[in-house]
């Protein structure tokens, strides 16, 4: 029997599987982190950092359905000198991501230079997506010209590996500016999506929203976003360089839809809502899901499938 070959490489950085976890989701603590070195986890990424540790929003800050969740979690975090710490201390071949969300431009260059200098980890994801970060609850990758000048500063002395997390875009003229912005500078890889932004969820019996901050409004993830994580994969797929790796993330909770981001063009996929739900065990049940699928559609490796979406005309 033929063996079938779901391992990556992310500009380098090989992950076997392709499967990991997305931020955010149960890798803020060290037990947390360490459960997730010892899963069957492609690579690990931790909790969007800060430079100090954060709190985060009053409770309840997150609340799932059975499509969906919504949270606002306000980036609770032990700190990126945690983290740095956390990782010098591991030996293991798995590769390590740190995740970064400055609440201004100027935070994120203090913590982009203090990763900078980390031998153990492999790239970084610079979160641009989240609204809590930056004044007035604004989503930096919104802001083309300020993210423009902030990576024309940046690369005048970042060396590491770098990827960006994005939002989610919904017009052809977002991801096209995003892209001509991206392809001008050494980005590894980019993750779509964060979560949708602005959400609103209510309790039918109570007539209530479900979580205290922002007056209720809150990211959305989970199953229902998944068409939206496809189609931003998809996009970033045809205007990206093509040395320009993506990870999908969004809506996962089946080898399927493993297959579906892969199919759009993601060369890796990231797991929330699901992964909460689970915990570590789901990467084992999801890879044995995506192998089966595979085999019985005759594959042996991913890369066959990488970006070949067909359309009408060629089917």
């Known amino acids: 029997m033929k063996k079938i070959d779901i391992s990556t490489n992310i500009n380098g950085i090989k992950l076997n599987p392709c499967i990991m976890n997305a931020s955010g989701i149960l890798c803020t603590t060290e037990k947390e982190l360490s459960d997730l070195i010892h899963s069957s986890s492609g690579a690990l ?98 802001n083309f010209s300020k993210i423009s000048h902030f990576f024309k500063n940046l690369f005048k002395f970042y060396k590491k590996p770098l990827g960006i997390k994005l939002p989610p875009y919904f017009e052809d003229i977002h991801f096209r500016k995003m892209a001509l912005i991206l392809n001008k500078y050494p980005i590894h890889f980019v993750t779509c999506i964060n979560s949708l932004p602005n959400g609103l969820f209510i309790d039918f019996n109570k007539e209530s929203v479900v979580i205290k901050p922002k007056e209720g409004f809150g990211g959305i993830g989970g199953r229902s976003i998944k068409p939206f994580a496809l189609a931003n994969i998809r996009k970033f797929y045809t205007y990206l360089r093509k040395d320009i790796a993506i990870i999908g993330c969004g809506g996962i909770s089946t080898g399927k839809d493993i297959f579906e981001h892969l199919l759009c063009g993601a060369s890796a996929v990231q797991v929330g809502t699901q992964f909460l739900k689970e915990g570590p065990t789901v990467f084992d049940r999801l890879i044995k899901e995506l192998i089966y699928i595979l085999k019985k559609k005759n594959y042996s490796s991913i890369n066959e499938i990488i970006g070949k979406l067909n359309f009408f005309n060629k089917i």
Not at 99 to 118: D, I, V
Request: charged letters at 20%.
């Open 45 to 142: 990424i931790t909790k969007s950092c800060t430079i100090k540790s954060r709190k985060g929003n009053l409770s309840p800050r997150y609340f799932e359905w059975d499509i969906g969740s919504i949270n606002s979690m306000g980036l609770p975090n032990l700190g990126i000198d945690f983290y740095l710490n956390f990782f010098e201390k591991k030996k293991y071949k798995k590769p390590f991501f740190l995740s970064l969300s400055g609440f201004s431009l100027e935070e994120n260059y203090l913590l982009l230079r203090k990763a900078n200098f980390s031998s153990k980890i492999n790239a970084i994801e610079l979160n641009i997506s989240c609204p809590n970060i930056f004044k007035k609850n604004t989503i930096l990758g919104y």
